[in-house]
């Protein structure tokens, strides 16, 4: 099954202490978002992976940010699922391919998407979803674009998601406010299953 169809809402994370990494998980899936793409920003983020693959069986987790080669041999390294890059160059969707894992390259513009569908990929981030054009533009790419799928991120609310979900051409999208970060440095896991149950409920 697709990536984009496993959950209407991919939680998209940072880590700053890899000890929260299971319980968030946890509580993520106790939520209904089984799906959960932790970004390569801060030093745990590795760390977090390997903990969520190992400890969270329920939890299809992924690596986020992805920008070079070398993020995508430290994410098999620990136990990713999945890649999502924030952008696409031919080398990093070419290392993409290579590593046998699901994956979402980012694009932004129709040229980028065609690009991508040119190469047999179909399934793309759309980042910064909105300060790229949002609903409006995505809308106006499912013409030309019919065969292209997104996820889009960046920027999406609970509130707005439901926009975004009932456009034919995404099949979920990515959100950070299912993490805030004052829930996570008090582990306030309750608050973070409530957020993900709100999400899930999207679809």
Same mark, same amino acid.
């Given at each position: 099954?697709?990536?984009?169809?496993?959950?209407?809402?991919?939680?998209?994370?940072?880590?700053?202490?890899?000890?929260?990494?299971?319980?968030?998980?946890?509580?993520?899936?106790?939520?209904?978002?089984?799906?959960?793409?932790?970004?390569?920003?801060?030093? #745990?983020?590795?760390?977090?992976?390997?903990?969520?693959?190992?400890?969270? #069986?329920?939890?299809?987790?992924?690596?986020?940010?992805?920008?070079?080669?070398?993020?995508?041999?430290?994410?098999?390294?620990?136990?990713?699922?999945?890649?999502?890059?924030?952008?696409?160059?031919?080398?990093?969707?070419?290392?993409?391919?290579?590593?046998?894992?699901?994956?979402?390259?980012?694009?932004?513009?129709?040229?980028?998407?065609?690009?991508?569908?040119?190469?047999?990929?179909?399934?793309?981030?759309?980042? #910064?979803?909105?300060?790229?054009?949002?609903?409006?533009?995505?809308?106006?790419?499912?013409?030309?674009?019919?065969?292209?799928?997104?996820?889009?991120?960046?920027?999406?609310?609970?509130?707005?998601?439901?926009?975004?979900?009932?456009?034919?051409?995404?099949?979920?999208?990515?959100?950070?406010?299912?993490?805030?970060?004052?829930?996570?440095?008090?582990?306030?896991?309750?608050?973070?299953?409530?957020?993900?149950?709100?999400?899930?409920?999207?679809?």
């Amino acid at each position: 099954m697709s990536l984009l169809d496993l959950a209407p809402v991919i939680p998209v994370v940072v880590i700053d202490d890899v000890e929260t990494a299971v319980p968030m998980a946890r509580a993520l899936v106790a939520g209904g978002l089984p799906v959960i793409e932790v970004t390569l920003r801060t030093a #745990p983020a590795l760390r977090a992976i390997a903990r969520i693959a190992a400890e969270v #069986p329920a939890a299809t987790v992924g690596a986020g940010t992805v920008r070079r080669s070398e993020d995508i041999a430290a994410a098999l390294d620990a136990g990713a699922s999945f890649l999502v890059s924030p952008g696409t160059t031919l080398s990093l969707v070419e290392a993409m391919d290579a590593s046998g894992l699901p994956y979402l390259p980012g694009a932004a513009t129709a040229s980028e998407a065609m690009a991508l569908a040119e190469r047999g990929v179909k399934e793309l981030k759309f980042f #910064p979803a909105e300060a790229a054009g949002g609903v409006a533009y995505l809308k106006s790419l499912r013409g030309p674009l019919p065969d292209v799928r997104f996820c889009p991120t960046g920027g999406i609310r609970l509130t707005t998601a439901p926009d975004y979900l009932a456009l034919p051409n995404v099949g979920c999208v990515g959100g950070t406010w299912l993490t805030p970060e004052d829930a996570l440095a008090a582990g306030d896991w309750a608050r973070v299953e409530k957020l993900a149950r709100e999400a899930a409920a999207l679809r």
